[in-house]
């Protein structure tokens, strides 16, 4: 009887020394498995752009809260169902869609756990993101000047979809996953101390 004991109290200080492996390497399997799944999507965004004369697609951002409430955009698993071999007439998105750290059910609310760039609807591909900048200031001479300016982001660097929350824990803070235009995915590069 003490002998069943010890092999007890032995297999309870093994599980417990493997507890906290087995949750990091859940946790490194699911944040491997979003970097997979949003590679797959850049892809089949290119693949929509090869096929719509080089133009993104056009889709909410938040398919649940419209940006213009008079005419509501498809969601982006929609638009690219065709892409990813979604059967026709499904309802909800491709499990492509679907990031196993989604614990926010994203994916059943909004189609998808992956949010969409709405800035680059319809645009061309490879040319990245462009933001127009307006200022006013003056010049040495105190001589008033506006400036107007086009500032465009390098492919690398202009994200196509990220995931909608922090979904993956990282040190310091939990982050997203986030698949740029050329292809890559990455965290999202840091946001700057003031």
């Given at each position: 009887?003490?002998?069943?004991l010890v092999?007890i109290?032995v ?8 507890l906290?492996?087995l949750?990091?390497a859940?946790?490194?399997a ?8 949003l590679?797959?999507?850049g892809l089949?965004?290119?693949v929509y752009?090869?096929?719509?004369d080089s133009?993104l ?5 938040l398919p649940?809260m419209?940006?213009h ?9 929609d638009v690219?169902?065709?892409s990813?071999?979604?059967?026709a007439?499904?309802t ?5 869609f679907k990031?196993p750290?989604?614990?926010?059910s ?5 189609g998808s ?5 709405a800035a680059?609807n319809g ?7 462009m ?6 200031g003056?010049?040495?001479?105190f001589v008033p000047?506006r400036?107007d300016?086009n500032l465009?982001?390098a492919a ?5 979809l990220?995931?909608?929350?922090n979904?993956?824990?990282?040190s310091?803070?939990?982050g997203?996953?986030v698949v740029?235009?050329d ?5 999202p ?5 003031h």
């Open positions: 009887m003490v002998e069943l092999v109290a297999i309870g200080i093994l599980v417990a020394l493997l906290p492996q949750g990091r859940k946790t490194q699911q944040n491997t498995s979003c970097v997979s799944q590679h797959q999507l089949a965004v290119r752009a090869e096929d719509n133009k697609p056009i889709a909410e951002r649940s419209p940006l409430a008079d005419h509501d955009l498809p969601r982006i698993c690219l169902a065709s990813v071999g979604q059967a007439g499904a909800n998105g491709a499990q492509v990031c750290a989604d614990r926010e994203f994916y059943e609310i909004e756990s992956y949010l969409w760039n680059l645009r061309r591909i490879d040319l990245g993101q933001l127009l900048l307006v200022g006013i003056n010049t040495t001479n000047v400036l300016t465009t982001f690398a660097a202009t994200p196509l990220s995931d909608y929350d979904f993956h824990p990282r310091p803070k939990p997203k996953n740029y235009m292809g890559h995915v990455a965290p590069p840091p946001v700057p101390a």
